[in-house]
């Protein structure tokens, strides 16, 4: 589906077709040669390694590798689902590819926060740090507000349910086309069709109920502020100029709160950059490094 979408928009002709590893419990995709310099993506909540795909896509000079982050997709759950699970998680699956140099870390969305806390704690271990919409304020704060409490009892009431029927209410197709209408911002039809296939296609690919609802309790109490005087690699930030979860003006404060950071905006975009504008995203990402 995503070299199709590539094809269509004409950002490139070159489809990659990455290849499935598994570690332990972990799923993940590679994409390019292992000689070249390496690029760990971390997807955003509920997303899976095919939201990246676009942006793997149009980096075909790297080695990428993009995993299913615990609890969803086809990766496993963790014992416990916070920051402090997700970023020993990352570490051991960078180590356990004995990578010869450092990667590039990048993270997305929810991404964002478990990249963010892992740099903090283990600087050494990567060279660059790319967060593409990063959560930089506090969920409850933001102008979606409102859709944010809105969603706390959505999870709240799922974890209520007996499973069979949890998981339905958790996957309706009419929640999903909310979230996917209200953060798309592209006219583009082709554009707007893709990222509605795509959500209904993987936005419900949890493992468990529990691991959901733990996932989502960390996405919303924590962001990258929280890490941020603690990161000392050059960092990029790629942020869409009408991004709702975190407006502009919240990402502009976040960049001066690093040591060593870089602010790339996106025009006319929001928080799916990595659906509307992958080539832009990679573009700023190619600059970068």
Same mark, same amino acid.
């Given at each position: ?18 290849t499935?590893?598994?570690i #332990? %419990? ?11 310099? !390496? ?5 955003? @909540? ?25 609890? @969803? ?5 963790? +014992? $416990? ?11 051991? @699956?960078?180590?356990?590819h ?8 990048l993270?997305?969305?929810?991404g ?9 704690k283990? !600087?050494?271990?990567? %060279? $660059? ?19 944010? +409490?809105?969603?706390? @009892?959505?999870?709240?009431?799922g974890? $209520?349910?007996? /499973? +069979? ?7 309706l ?6 979230? &996917?209408?209200?953060?798309?911002k ?10 509605? %296939? ?5 936005? %419900? ?8 609802? *733990? ?10 502020? /929280?890490?941020?005087h ?11 100029? +009408?991004d ?5 003006? #919240?990402? *502009? ?22 659906? /509307? &504008? ?12």
């Amino acid at each position: 589906m995503g070299g199709f979408f590539v094809e269509l928009v004409g950002y490139t002709s070159n489809h990659m077709t990455p290849t499935q590893h598994t570690i #332990k %419990s972990t799923a993940y995709w590679t994409y390019g040669d292992k000689i070249l310099a !390496p690029i760990i993506m971390v997807h955003g @909540f509920r997303g899976t390694h095919h939201g990246l795909d676009l942006i793997a896509q149009q980096l075909p000079g790297q080695y990428i590798i993009v995993p299913d982050v615990p609890g @969803f997709g086809e990766s496993g759950p963790l +014992k $416990k689902h916070d920051i402090e699970h997700y970023v020993q998680w990352l570490h051991d @699956f960078i180590t356990h590819h004995k990578l010869s140099q450092p990667p590039v870390l990048l993270g997305h969305s929810f991404g964002s926060i478990i990249c963010a806390a892992y740099a903090a704690k283990y !600087p050494k271990t990567i %060279s $660059k740090l790319v967060l593409v919409n990063p959560i930089g304020a506090p969920a409850l704060e933001g102008p979606r507000a409102l859709l944010t +409490k809105l969603a706390l @009892f959505y999870y709240w009431s799922g974890r $209520k349910l007996p /499973e +069979k029927a949890a998981r339905k209410w958790l996957s309706l197709k009419p929640a999903v086309a909310m979230v &996917t209408i209200t953060m798309t911002k592209s006219r583009d039809k082709h554009v707007r069709k893709y990222v509605h %296939s795509q959500h209904y296609q993987y936005f %419900s690919l949890f493992h468990d109920l529990q691991s959901l609802s *733990e996932s989502f309790s960390t996405s919303v109490n924590h962001n990258v502020r /929280e890490f941020v005087h603690d990161i000392s690699v050059p960092t990029l930030l790629v942020v869409g100029e +009408k991004d709702d979860i975190t407006p502009l003006a #919240k990402q *502009e404060e976040l960049v001066r709160l690093f040591p060593n950071a870089q602010l790339h905006v996106i025009k006319s975009v929001g928080h799916l950059t990595h659906y /509307e &504008t992958p080539d832009q995203v990679a573009a700023s990402i190619k600059d970068f490094i």
